[in-house]
């Protein structure tokens, strides 16, 4: 009896040890774990209340933005104290800030922003997975050129991203410097030297911050963000190749292309009725990512950037006909409205008052029209969810590391992001 027990046990364990089999004792495939996806969200400061945005459908919240101290405003001074102004005059700031030299290249905290960075444990209890980092920049903010531009500065700064994460245990740093080299088409101080300077901000952070917490970046979508174009000189804005290295992950910005003689605000592939007026202005999410890959960065870590937003081109806003389109939309009641654009377009434009709803077939994007003198005109472009579907098929057949969003404020029923968490499986 205890022999055939026995017998009956090793033939269990042998079992249990093998691969599995069908029936036909070819081998079966194993069960392999589903990818996990990241969602990045971006909270902007103005006009933002944390406690309504639905933290469980994301994976990073991105609070935007510290700023820098800089000497932009160096000759400003409050005539009674004649301390320096800070580095923005801030709307959202009541009563002017000011700061003394020695804190040049330190992380500035606007009151609005240290205030809901303390309020982060209300998030977490709300989805303890929860990344936060702390966004330092965006487009126009000061001092970054020459927080890089030398070891003293770049130390400097480095120890402020400590303090702050620290202080605010976050998990981690985002810069989104727009852009080095560039300067945001003047908008902002530059120098060619940035190039190889943002190499040296970032390796000071990390090691600064260590391999615990996160770095990441907001990356252009501009080919010369990566490498050269075609055909041009040597004039790309950072060093790509060492960069990625030092990066947990980066948020391409494949948004924001309706600018110089492009319709669509993020067309997923380029639109043949709707081209590019320059074919060297084309530019579109597939192309950003391409040349992101093919300049050696992982799809790992790269998230492709969605923003919720209907933006008017400037082509449309140029064309002789915009009157007509402007007074349309008055007539909609587009502009008085203090809804969220996304809400405007679906409430006022969506077939109504003289507006119609569109699929670009080609450009995987969903557009707002108009027709006068017999002739359909583009109006804008918005985000929507058959436009968002294929976005996030297309980050599901590149093997792309996830998504963000610009951001939580323009989601009004939070259906954007409630869509991404579905279709990517997000904390599931």
Known sequence: MKKRWLQTLFIFMLAVSLPVVSVNGVQAKEVTKPKEYRNV??????????????????????????????????????????????????????????????????????????????????????????????????????????????????????????????????????????????????????????????????????KAIGHDKLLTIAGSANTLFTGTEAGGEDGTWTEFDKIIPILDFINIMTYDFQYDSNYFGSALYPSKKWPAKNANEGYWVDKAVQNYLKNGCPPEKINLGLAFAAPIPQIVRSDEHYPIIKERLQQAGFYDSQDPGLKRVKDLLENKNGFTKEWDEDAKVMYIATVFDNKKQFVMSYIEPKGLTEKLNYVKDL??????????????????????????????
């Open 399 to 428: 093997g792309l590391g996830g998504t963000m969003f610009w951001e939580f404020g323009s989601d009004y029923d939070n259906s954007m992001v409630t869509q991404i968490a579905e279709e990517l499986s997000i904390n599931k």
């Open 41 to 206: 969200g971006y909270v902007f400061q103005r006009g933002s209340d944390i406690s309504k945005i639905d933290v469980t459908q994301i994976t990073h919240l991105n609070y935007s933005f510290g700023l820098i101290y800089n000497e932009e405003y160096k000759d400003v001074k409050n005539s009674e104290t004649g301390e320096l102004f800070g580095p923005e005059l801030n709307p959202d700031v009541a009563t002017p800030q000011y700061f003394r030299p020695e804190q040049l290249h330190t992380i500035y905290l606007p009151p609005k922003v240290a205030s809901d960075l303390s309020r982060l444990d209300e998030l977490k209890a709300k989805n303890p997975d929860l990344k936060v980092l702390l966004s330092i920049g965006g487009y126009d903010a000061r001092g970054f050129s020459d927080a890089a531009a030398t070891e003293e500065a770049r130390k400097t700064f480095a120890k402020s991203t400590k303090e702050v994460i620290a202080q605010y245990d976050l998990d981690g740093i985002d810069l989104d410097w727009e852009y080095p080299v560039n300067g945001g088409w003047g908008s902002i101080k530059a120098r060619k030297e940035d190039k190889h300077n943002f190499t040296l901000l970032l390796q000071e952070v990390r």
